[in-house]
């Protein structure tokens, strides 16, 4: 690959990082924002909003699914401009709704704008301009998510507090169109020779039936799974014994450790077996989850989150970088929007699973414990299936 073409590469993932910022602040983080407040404001029942945040997620999983046909017919300038679009519309939908039905139409926009920006959109964007330093790239784009984190909840949460939840999702909103949009249009339009394949990808089904796939899928599903399941309780697991401030903080922390594990990552994953790097990732959560489950004193419940964060990250990353390694690069984009697509499919249950968990027993302890099995389950999992990479 040329120098200029280096260069246009490195303006592709600091665009995808630009994207993952917003597309995780908004399509992420912001529905469990819009829970809070509205539960607040308007007095909807949790269960309803719940079950409006999960119908959030399963509609990006659906179209998560067609998105490289998406790109194959209408561009990734296109389909990203759209998809953030769909997510700015959706979120003012979100903090604009005065009856409970007014949900439906927020979160059929703000799950089309959730898919155009997930982690399946980053690999599309990064992946044709790299192939060596495919790791690094991607870790890069991906830090957005996190960096999304840390920008967009207090934000999120200053803004609805001093203007309200609708002023704070129409300024938002204005602030992603006016430098996504742009931004896709001026870097996304270009794509690399070596992007243009004339092999035909295989069928979904006949990617659905591969041994390699199944435990990709499985895996990280699972991982997520718990991930998600532990994140959406953590603050009110940790608050009774850090108090709210150190708890918060506490999700901060999480943070920075995904960040910094996702980008050792990159730096040095290299030629390792990506499958037994993703099984110590999910080791690492295990152990984590088992410091958080059991923990009483803040020394190891920050020991629980430093290794707990340590995989947060590399649970979206590594999907892409295992499959650029076991499948053929036509068919690569497609297992990533579905692994994607599932993941998010099976995900978008576990808050309310985990939740279901702590009122039957009383404690968090079974539900973190149950998070560390799974985790355990998934790391067996993903390092079994290499017999079939």
């Not at 005065?98 to 980053?122: D, F, K, N």
Request: aromatic residues 8%.
């Amino acid at each position: 690959m040329s120098e200029v073409a280096d260069r246009h590469g490195a303006r592709v993932v600091w665009t995808a990082f630009v994207v993952a910022v917003f597309g995780w602040g908004v399509g992420f983080y912001g529905p469990a924002v819009y829970l809070q407040v509205l539960h607040q404001s308007r007095g909807w029942s949790l269960s309803i909003l719940s079950a409006a945040i999960t119908a959030h997620y399963l509609v990006g999983a659906v179209l998560i699914v067609g998105l490289p046909d998406a790109y194959r017919r209408f561009g990734i300038v296109h389909v990203t401009v759209v998809g953030t679009l769909c997510g700015a519309a959706g979120a003012i939908a979100w903090g604009s709704a005065q009856q409970p039905w007014q949900l439906v139409p927020a979160l059929l926009l703000s799950g089309a704008g959730w898919a155009a920006m997930s982690g399946a959109a980053l690999n599309a964007m990064v992946a044709p301009w790299f192939e060596r330093d495919r790791p690094k790239a991607l870790s890069m784009a991906f830090n957005g998510a996190s960096v999304g984190g840390i920008v967009f909840v207090p934000l999120w949460i200053a803004l609805a507090s001093g203007f309200g939840l609708a002023p704070a999702a129409f300024l938002v909103s204005v602030a992603m169109v006016a430098i996504v949009c742009p931004l896709a249009c001026r870097v996304l339009r270009r794509q690399p020779a070596v992007a243009v394949s004339k092999a035909r990808p295989l069928p979904r089904l006949a990617l659905l039936r591969q041994p390699r796939f199944l435990t990709i899928s499985l895996a990280f599903a699972l991982g997520l799974f718990a991930q998600i399941g532990l994140f959406a309780h953590l603050i009110a697991r940790l608050e009774p014994v850090l108090g709210p401030g150190l708890a918060a903080g506490a999700i901060s922390l999480i943070t920075v450790c995904a960040i910094v594990g996702r980008t050792l990552l990159g730096k040095f994953l290299g030629e390792h077996d990506r499958r037994l790097v993703a099984a110590g990732s999910l080791l690492a959560q295990t152990a984590g989850s088992l410091l958080l489950a059991l923990g009483e004193d803040s020394v190891i419940l920050t020991a629980g989150c430093i290794l707990f964060g340590s995989g947060v990250g590399n649970l979206v990353s590594l999907p892409p970088l295992i499959a650029q390694g076991e499948f053929r690069p036509a068919d690569v984009g497609t297992v990533v929007a579905l692994v994607t697509a599932i993941n998010q499919a099976v995900f978008a249950f576990a808050p309310a699973i985990f939740g279901g968990l702590r009122d039957l027993t009383g404690s968090y302890v079974v539900s973190f414990l149950v998070a560390a099995a799974i985790q355990a389950l998934a790391a067996v999992i993903v390092a079994v299936g290499r017999r079939f990479s």
